[in-house]
């Protein structure tokens, strides 16, 4: 095996490698038995360590503080929904948005985290969806996230190949000079074991991983990645794969469009 | 305790508040305490804890219960988070210092009941390792250093950082398995 990539392993997981290095060592991990040994042997002794912390008191406060700057979070990352209804009374206005965000709007908290997420985290950023989170909040917020979704350069609808009958679309959203792919999917069939819907990139006819997410009880999911380079890709697809690590698609084109 | 846990965090991603705060009453010390560890301020620590719950309350994480425990995972995250803060901020706390390592500061040792033991047996642990290992754990777990900077640091060769490394945890390792099998000899 390459033994430049081993010899990065302690940097990946203490998450000091540039993404490009990243996404490098995670494809050499998923070849490299003794990497994937030594990850695992690493994740296993580093488990106790936390516990090495003395017991210290919170500052005053915290709780409040936390609890309620985390439950915010759910109302400035739905501004969208609020929006539409806005001008209409507030009594419809909790039905109306249920409504719509069983269809639309449950993307956007997607868009919002998206936007904030640290895609440099070890790991992929693998973000999961579940109707639940349509929850509506009592006011609408104060602060609408207008400025990120300017950032929207492209949206896209992806078309069933024939027999599949899922919707997805997907969005890319410039940020830092860099590309977000975010990928919302219906109505996709469920998955077993530890099979996963995989989004890819071609360009010359050639796949590029963009992207692995699960889907819920209703056949939804969703994920955000970022795009490496300024590669001129050509078409987007969506594949169901017999684990999360495929680096060639094994199972047929599901969904998909030109970009 | 586990399965509360596990059921906790599928609430907190429907947006149950009550489930948000008594997954945050579970863990606010616990995760406070190892942010201090590795921040060793506590405004940080704060704002790397509210990071922590605005990821499971925006489903920015999610859990895999197959892959172990969920305290182990939250750690995981935390430490990222703390990383994450840490080299937003420029942080950076790069001289090897003894106190830092034990971190036997007496005014902050309270009689806690949540991971006393557990604290207790690493602290002996940690005292068996020498000096050189238990720099290289601080640089390397508790302050997420790059392989090159723990050879500056420490001033050793680059090549052999991977290898010290993995010898201090098994060091540490072994030695906390000995000290909780004794400990449970001793409980019978
Ligand atoms: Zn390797």
């Known amino acids: 095996m390459n033994n430049n990539s081993c010899d990065i392993l302690l940097d990946y997981f203490n998450d000091q490698l ?179 819907y995989q989004v890819w990139v071609l360009k010359d006819d050639q796949p590029h991983r963009a992207g692995t997410f699960v889907t819920n009880a209703e056949g939804k999911g969703a994920v955000s990645y970022l795009l490496e380079g300024d590669k001129s890709w050509e078409t987007i697809a969506i594949t169901k794969e017999p684990n999360a690590n495929s680096q060639k698609p094994k199972g047929e084109i599901l969904l998909s469009s030109p970009i | 305790m586990q399965l509360h846990d596990t059921e906790l965090f599928k609430r907190i991603q429907t947006h149950d508040e009550e489930a948000l705060e008594l997954l945050y009453d579970r863990y606010e010390k616990l995760l406070f305490s190892f942010c201090y560890r590795m921040t060793n301020n506590s405004f940080l620590a704060e704002e790397i804890v509210q990071d922590v719950f605005t990821k499971l309350w925006t489903k920015q994480r999610n859990f895999d219960e197959t892959k172990g425990k969920f305290s182990s995972w939250l750690l995981t995250v935390t430490r990222n988070a703390a990383l994450d803060k840490l080299r937003k901020k420029s942080v950076k706390t790069y001289e090897l210092d003894e106190r830092d390592a034990l971190h036997e500061d007496p005014s902050s040792v309270e009689t806690q009941v949540e991971w006393k033991e557990e604290n207790e047996q690493l602290q002996t642990a940690m005292k068996t390792l020498s000096e050189e290992q238990r720099g290289i754990i601080e640089l390397f777990y508790f302050k997420g250093m790059s392989q090159t900077s723990i050879a500056e640091t420490c001033g050793i060769p680059l090549g052999t950082v991977k290898g010290r490394v993995r010898l201090a945890l098994k060091h540490l390792r072994t030695e906390l398995s000995s000290i909780k099998e004794r400990g449970m000899q001793h409980e019978q």
Request: charged fraction near 25%; proline fraction near 7%.
């Open chain 1, 18 to 196: 540039s993404e490009e290095h990243r996404k490098e060592f995670e494809t050499h991990l998923l070849y490299c038995e003794e990497c994937q040994d030594e990850l695992a042997e690493l994740e296993q002794l580093v488990e106790d360590l936390p516990y090495a912390a003395e017991p210290v008191n919170p500052p005053e406060g915290m709780k409040g503080r936390i609890l309620s700057t985390v439950k915010d979070e759910n109302k400035n990352i739905t501004p969208l929904a609020h929006k539409q209804t806005e001008a209409e009374g507030k009594s419809s206005y909790a039905k109306e948005t249920e409504n719509k965000t069983k269809n639309k709007s449950w993307m956007k908290p997607l868009i919002a985290a998206a936007l904030t997420l640290s895609l440099a985290g070890n790991g992929a950023a693998l973000l999961y969806i579940n109707n639940q989170d349509n929850e509506v909040a009592e006011e609408p917020p104060a602060k609408p996230i207008n400025e990120s979704l300017d950032a929207i350069k492209q949206s896209l609808t992806l078309s069933p190949s024939s027999g599949v009958n899922a919707e997805a679309s997907a969005l890319m959203i410039e940020q830092n000079e860099k590309m977000n792919l975010v990928i919302e999917a219906n109505n996709l069939p469920p998955l077993e074991g530890e099979e996963t």
